[in-house]
């Protein structure tokens, strides 16, 4: 078996990816979840949790809000981290500011999950066509959806998304990375 091992920093991470990636990865990639309690958590203990990790053909992904810290420094000190590990392959991703911002990239996905076809309309509008540069997301998604939750709407949400029609950057990246990733991991068709 060949598995992706994904180092989250928070629950609704997990609840997304659990809707998206069984869409982009193909049937001989098993995942596994390593969720932290926070970004300092997850930095704590990235390096313990990789070197114990014993399941053999193993890749990790490290996955972390980039918040209001720089986006290359936060990915220099993951990388830097999962170098001390030792472990590879291993890949860094960040989610330009929070991962929020991932749903915001596709308004489409949000209509659809929350059964309001008037919202697929912020697609086209600014500053949503570039939802990386939001400094806080998710007070984009409350602006139209009150009730929005973390948790709930990454579950509603990462079933819909689709990485060619997203606005985020960030998203987009996170996607070829991993796809990339799992294609180095199961290796040239026969």
């Known amino acids: 078996m060949k598995y992706l091992v994904f180092l989250l920093e928070e629950p609704s991470a997990r609840d997304l990816l659990e809707g998206l990636l069984p869409r982009i990865l193909p049937d001989t990639i098993h995942v596994q979840y390593l969720v932290f309690e926070g970004k300092q958590d997850l930095e704590k203990q990235l390096v313990a949790k990789m070197k114990r990790w014993l399941v053999p053909e193993s890749a990790f992904i490290v996955l972390r809000d980039q918040d209001n810290a720089d986006c290359l420094d936060v990915k220099k000190n993951l ?38 076809p008037k919202l697929a309309t912020h697609s086209v509008k600014e500053p949503y066509r570039d939802p990386d540069q939001l400094s806080r997301p998710i007070d984009a998604l409350r602006q139209f959806l009150p009730e ?28 070829d990375g991993v796809t990339r990733m799992a294609a180095a991991l199961v290796g040239p068709a026969r």
């Open 79 to 116: 990388s830097k981290l999962v170098k001390q590990s030792g472990r590879s392959p291993a890949l860094v991703r960040v989610a330009c500011r929070e991962l929020e911002s991932w749903v915001v990239g596709d308004w489409q996905a949000v209509a659809d999950a929350f059964e309001q």
């Open 148 to 175: 929005y939750q973390k948790r709930d709407g990454a579950r509603r949400v990462g079933p819909l998304l689709e990485p060619g029609r997203n606005n985020s950057r960030s998203f987009v990246a996170f996607c």
